[in-house]
């Protein structure tokens, strides 16, 4: 299967489309636009993709007549949501922690830095729980 994929960066927001061999859309990514335009167009492409391969797993069970359980689809994307949060969360307080001189990281700047990635980590599974709003809705 051929897709071809759109991507209209603007000063806002930028939006990425991926089409199927038909023109149907299979997948949307949408995000902030930022001052690195390539970080903006790979953001929002691979939110396109992610959205594009949960429709077509979609699309595969129901030609196979797999019949989903309501809601199983919805379900897998938040627990992969999920841990695509976790793993950048968790790279992201590497990086951090890795700014902090290490004589530093057992005192008062690495501790509150510590403490505020180990809250974002508990509140986790209340951001992807069925039926939570996201957070970024404000660009969708």
């Not at 077509?56 to 196979?64: I, K, N």
């Not at 949501?81 to 700047?109: C, N, S, Y």
Request: proline fraction near 4%.
């Amino acid at each position: 299967m051929k897709l071809h994929v759109g991507i209209d960066l603007g000063s806002t927001t930028t939006k990425a489309v991926v089409l199927g061999d038909g023109g149907e859309i299979l997948g949307r990514g949408i995000t902030n636009s930022r001052s690195n335009y390539k970080v903006a167009c790979d953001v929002a492409l691979g939110e396109a993709l992610i959205s594009a391969r949960f429709a077509l797993l979609e699309g595969a069970c129901a030609e196979r007549g797999v019949a989903l359980p309501a809601g199983l689809l919805d379900r897998f994307e938040l627990l992969f949501r999920k841990h695509q949060f976790l793993t950048q969360l968790d790279a992201l307080a590497g990086v951090i922690q890795g700014w902090i001189p290490p004589r530093d990281r057992w005192e008062a700047p690495g501790v509150v830095v510590g403490q505020i990635f180990n809250r974002m980590e508990q509140e986790a599974d209340e951001m992807f729980r069925p039926g939570a709003s996201r957070k970024s809705d404000f660009f969708r």
